[in-house]
């Protein structure tokens, strides 16, 4: 399966959510950053990354179902938070 521009724009989303978190748990490390704005960035990019993943998961669904991918659509957070591993 090859992959569609629109999911090699979001797993491009995805590869610089994880190098921004990095980058927050590196500042935190060096004292450059407060643990409180840490938290609070990590946990937005947390939510935001599990929101790609999902949306990534449906277009894939989609195509393995001979659905239209474009219908896939950005869930809420509320929604994605309460999956379960």
């Known amino acids: 399966m090859t992959e569609s521009e629109a999911e090699k724009q979001i797993l491009?989303?995805?590869?610089?959510m994880?190098?921004?978190?990095?980058e927050?748990?590196?500042?935190?490390a060096q004292h450059t950053?407060?643990?409180?704005?840490?938290?609070?960035?990590?946990?937005?990019?947390e939510t935001e990354l599990d929101?790609?993943?999902?949306?990534?998961?449906?277009?894939?669904a989609r195509v393995a179902a001979g659905q239209d991918?474009?219908?896939?659509h950005v869930r809420p957070?509320?929604?994605v938070e309460r999956y379960l591993s």
């Not at 927050?24 to 935190?28: A, G, M, S, T």
């Open 12 to 16: 491009g989303c995805i590869t610089e």
């Open 18 to 22: 994880i190098s921004q978190e990095r």
């Open 24 to 28: 927050l748990r590196d500042r935190l």
């Open 33 to 45: 950053i407060d643990p409180t704005t840490e938290h609070a960035h990590l946990t937005r990019l």
């Open 51 to 60: 929101q790609c993943w999902d949306l990534l998961r449906q277009r894939r």
């Open 69 to 72: 991918p474009e219908e896939a």
């Open 77 to 79: 957070a509320a929604q």
